[in-house]
């Protein structure tokens, strides 16, 4: 059975997708797979990773970043976790920890 992509009420249609976000926001959950890696701009990579995690990673995941005090680049540490390992391991094995590098 395929899982449906809306759901159709009288005059009213709502989409899968708006119900079950992947990307979550708010307080991320310490069960979940961590992922750290290193960013030189946190809002253009913030963007360039969450745009691959969401063409790329079916689970859900999310996503912050902060100030790194001891980079001397004055860099920022990235942090993402995944609901499901596997989600984790395919992100570092196919890349996305570096999507933010390819414009």
Excluded: C
């Excluded at 307080?27 to 253009?44: G, H, I, K, L, Q």
């Amino acid at each position: 059975m395929e899982t449906p992509t809306n759901l159709q009420f009288t005059d009213f249609d709502v989409s899968i997708e708006t119900l079950f976000r992947r990307a979550l926001t708010g307080p991320m959950n310490r069960a979940w797979t961590r992922v750290e890696f290193s960013v030189p701009d946190a809002w253009e990579a913030n963007k360039a990773v969450e745009k691959w995690l969401t063409e790329n990673t079916p689970g859900r995941w999310a996503t912050t970043h902060y100030s790194n005090p001891r980079s001397k680049e004055n860099s920022y540490t990235m942090v993402v976790r995944f609901e499901d390992k596997n989600d984790a391991l395919m992100f570092k094995l196919r890349g996305g920890h570096q999507a933010w590098e390819v414009r």
